[in-house]
C-alpha cells in the first residue's frame, strides 16, 4: 500500500470556523492531490500540487486554500467552513512517467477525510 | 458539465454472472482511462486502465472495452464475485493534462 495519511479521519465543525485537513506521504511523489466526494458527483478535484510551493486549482476549488511546504505534506484549508463543504476528502498522490509516458500516473489515494460541518 | 458520465448509480448481479459497467465521455482530447473500484470506508484503488491506442485491455477477470468513435467504454468483470461489490470509477485524463476527471460512480451489487 501507499504511504498515504490523512489526518483528521472524522471532523465535526461548526459554520464559519477554519479547517484544515493534511495528507502526509512518504512516497517522494511530485504530484499531491485533494478531492471531495459527493453523492451524485464522484470525485471531484479541489486543488492539486505539482511540487513544493508549485499548486493550481481543480474544479471545485473556491472556499479551499492549500499549501505544501515539504515534498510530503500537503495541507488543505477551509478559512470559513459551510455547510457545502461537508464531505468526505480524499488525498491523492502520483509520479509522471510511472504509467507509460503518462503525465499523470497512477493515483494512490489515502483513506479519506469525513468533515461534517453543522 | 460532466466530461465523464457513468449513467448508471447502481447494478446487481449474481455471482458467476458477468457485471458490465458502462462510461462516457465528451472531451475528445481524453486518451488514457482508468477504472478505480472503492470500498466503503477506504480510498479508491486502481483496478484498470486502456490508453486510447487500444481497444481492450485485459487483467484477470477484468477486461476493458474502449469504443473511441463513441466516446465509450466498460468494465466487464467475469465471472463476478460477491468481493467485486464496491463502487466503481470511472476516470479520464489528456495527454498533457496532470489531473483525472472522475465520473459519479456505479455501485455494484453481487449477489450470492
Known amino acids: 500500500d501507499a504511504g498515504i495519511t490523512q489526518s483528521p479521519r472524522h471532523k465535526v465543525t461548526e459554520t464559519g470556523t477554519p479547517v484544515t485537513l493534511r495528507c502526509h506521504q512518504t512516497e517522494n511523489h511530485r504530484y499531491m492531490y485533494w478531492y471531495r466526494q459527493d453523492p451524485g458527483h464522484g470525485l471531484r478535484l479541489i486543488h492539486y500540487?505539482?511540487?513544493?510551493?508549485?499548486?493550481d486549482k481543480g474544479e471545485v476549488s473556491d472556499g479551499y486554500s492549500v499549501s505544501r511546504s515539504k515534498t510530503e505534506d500537503f495541507l488543505l484549508t477551509l478559512e470559513s467552513a459551510t455547510s457545502s463543504q461537508t464531505s468526505v476528502y480524499f488525498c491523492?498522490?502520483?509520479?509522471?512517467?510511472?504509467?507509460?509516458?503518462?503525465?499523470?500516473?497512477?493515483?494512490?489515494f489515502g483513506e479519506g477525510s469525513r468533515l461534517t460541518v453543522l | 458539465d460532466q466530461q465523464v458520465k457513468q449513467n448508471s448509480p447502481s447494478l446487481s448481479v449474481q455471482e458467476g454472472r458477468i457485471s458490465i459497467l458502462n462510461c462516457d465521455y465528451t472531451n475528445s482530447m481524453f486518451d488514457y482511462f482508468l477504472w478505480y473500484k472503492k470500498y466503503p470506508a477506504e480510498g479508491p484503488t486502481f483496478l484498470i486502465s486502456i490508453s486510447s491506442i487500444k481497444d481492450k485491455n485485459e487483467d484477470g477477470r477484468f477486461t476493458v472495452f474502449l469504443n473511441k468513435s463513441a466516446k465509450h467504454l466498460s468494465l466487464h468483470i467475469v465471472p463476478s464475485q460477491p468481493g467485486d461489490s464496491a463502487v466503481y470509477f470511472c476516470?479520464?485524463?489528456?495527454?498533457?493534462?496532470?489531473?483525472?476527471?472522475f465520473g459519479a460512480g456505479t455501485i455494484l451489487r453481487v449477489k450470492s
Open positions: 500540487s505539482y511540487g513544493v510551493k508549485d499548486t
Open positions: 476516470a479520464a485524463s489528456a495527454q498533457y493534462g496532470n489531473k483525472l476527471v
Open positions: 491523492a498522490i502520483s509520479e509522471p512517467g510511472l504509467a507509460g509516458n503518462r503525465d499523470t500516473g497512477e493515483l494512490f
